[in-house]
């Protein structure tokens, strides 16, 4: 797994991930990028998962987005209705965080789109630990990007699954 936290902040999205790739109870990566950007639709986009899996949603998330002209709800809806229904999607593990301006998701392969309460969303193996650690400090005065790069670098103190080289993506 990995640790994903997406924080909306002063009318900024961030998505911030760790680089960590285990096989089990092994470090394969430190270095992964799992965070994603879709420039032309001021998307951003968080894996947490198989790897390949994560980029084959991020590819069908990006092909839903542009067909629904933007429209991010819609093209959560519709990725996780394909992903719940396909025979091979259906095999894919990973969870996804994805926000734009105004809307914040959480995707899972069971079908859910969820929008979670609050202005931050936390995924994967350290995920619990970032939520909590980025609700904390959004009562802070730091921004967006100091939030989601904080709560990364808690998990990371608590979660083995968890680096902290950490990537980022706004908006």
């Known amino acids: 797994m990995t640790t994903i936290v997406l924080v909306r902040k002063n009318n900024e999205v961030v998505v911030a991930g760790d680089g960590q790739v285990s096989m089990g109870n092994t470090v394969v990566k430190s270095t992964a990028s799992k965070v994603r950007k879709i420039e032309k639709r001021d998307v951003v986009a968080g894996f947490a998962g198989s790897t390949a899996d994560a980029l084959t949603l991020f590819e069908r998330l990006e092909a839903k987005?542009?067909?629904?002209?933007?429209?991010?709800?819609?093209?959560?809806?519709?990725?996780?209705?394909?992903?719940?229904?396909?025979?091979?999607?259906?095999?894919?593990e990973a969870l996804m965080a994805i926000g734009d301006k105004e809307n914040s998701y959480i995707i899972s392969g069971t079908g859910d789109v969820l929008e979670p309460e609050g202005d931050v969303i936390g995924i994967g193996s350290g995920g619990n630990y970032a939520l909590a650690a980025g609700k904390v400090l959004m009562g802070t005065n730091l921004n967006a990007e100091e939030v989601a790069k904080k709560a990364i670098e808690v998990a990371s103190e608590i979660c083995v699954f968890t680096n902290n080289n950490i990537k980022i993506e706004k908006i």
Do not use: C, F, P, Q
């Open 65 to 92: 987005i542009e067909k629904h002209a933007g429209n991010l709800s819609r093209a959560a809806v519709e990725l996780a209705k394909d992903w719940r229904t396909d025979k091979y999607l259906r095999r894919l």
